[in-house]
Each structure stands twice: as structure tokens, then as C-alpha cells.
């Protein structure tokens, strides 16, 4: 297995676990929330995939998929183009809506972005610094964990928002 093979699965087990979360939801369902701080399903796989967008982008040197595509016009949120959901506040998280088709369209099309770029990574790549303003500086190796990381913990928590919104 290569290194480019290994983030390939991990990023994989992102993709199948939205795809599990937003598969058969409708609108309504995708921005359920739990109470009116809470963040929605819609919301959590927006926001997780607009990090992994706008990381992956960061770090590869190309443009982000949201607007290279045209996916910010189709959402049509309204906020700056380079708003990834970090820090919204719950009048933010309301304003995220949109169907599990557009969101699974956005999701794959990020996804295979960045499989694009991580199957071909080497392990010289993963030393090469991306970010100077962290002490000690961050490599591509700690922001592949890093994205990978939180868009787990988010996909496992739209799925938790999903269990409670299929037991009311």
C-alpha cells in the first residue's frame, strides 16, 4: 500500500460515511436540529466539506471546488466565498440548507478532488511545511491527519443528528 493509497481509504471512509448520513433524507430532515444551538445535518457535511475543499486546495496549489465549479452559486448561502463554516453561530447553521443530492453532488465532487491530489503524494510530501503560523510549523502529513480528523468527527456527528431525528 502507498501513501497515496492509505489517504485514498481514509478519505474514502468520509465519503461513505455522508453518503450513509444524507442518503433518503429530505429537506426538512437535513436541517433538523436538536435543539435551536445545535448544528444540522446539512450544515455539519456542508461545513466538513467545505474544510477538506478549502484545505486541500490550500495545499495543492488550485482552486477550490465550491468556487471552480460553481457549487457557491448553487447553495446561494449568501456568505463571503471563502466562508467554510468555522465559528458560525446558530443563525449561520439555520441558513445551510440544502437537499442530500446537492450536498452528496458538493461531497463528491471535493472528494474526488482530493483523491486526485493524495494518490499522489509521496512520503518526502508529507514533511513539506504548508503552514508557517502554528509553532512548531504544520506539514502536509498533519493536515492530511488534521482534515481527515475533523471530517470524521463531523460526518459521526451528522450521523448521531440522523439517529435522533429517525427515533422522534
Known amino acids: 500500500m502507498t501513501h497515496g493509497d492509505l489517504l485514498a481509504d481514509a478519505f474514502g471512509r ?32 456542508w461545513h466538513l466539506t467545505r474544510i477538506q475543499d478549502d484545505h486541500i486546495a490550500d495545499i495543492a496549489g488550485a482552486d477550490q471546488v465550491w468556487t471552480a465549479s460553481g457549487w457557491d452559486r448553487r447553495f446561494g448561502l ?8 468555522y465559528d458560525h453561530e446558530p443563525r449561520q447553521v439555520a441558513a445551510v440548507t440544502a437537499d442530500s443530492e446537492t450536498l452528496r453532488g458538493y461531497h463528491d465532487a471535493v472528494h474526488e478532488t482530493t483523491l486526485q491530489f493524495v494518490r499522489q503524494v509521496s512520503a518526502a510530501d508529507l514533511d513539506r511545511i504548508v503552514d508557517e503560523r502554528w509553532d512548531p510549523p504544520v506539514t502536509m502529513g498533519i493536515r492530511l491527519v488534521s ?16 439517529g435522533i431525528l429517525e427515533r422522534r
Do not use: C
Request: avoid cysteine; proline fraction near 4%; charge should be negative.
Open 14 to 45: 468520509i465519503r461513505d460515511t455522508v453518503h450513509s448520513v444524507i442518503d433518503g433524507l429530505t429537506p426538512d430532515d437535513m436541517t433538523f436540529r436538536p435543539d435551536s444551538q445545535a448544528n444540522s445535518i446539512a450544515w455539519l457535511v
Open 78 to 85: 449568501g456568505f463571503d466565498i471563502s466562508d467554510t463554516g
Open 147 to 162: 482534515i481527515i480528523s475533523d471530517d470524521l468527527q463531523h460526518a459521526g456527528q451528522a450521523a448521531y443528528v440522523r
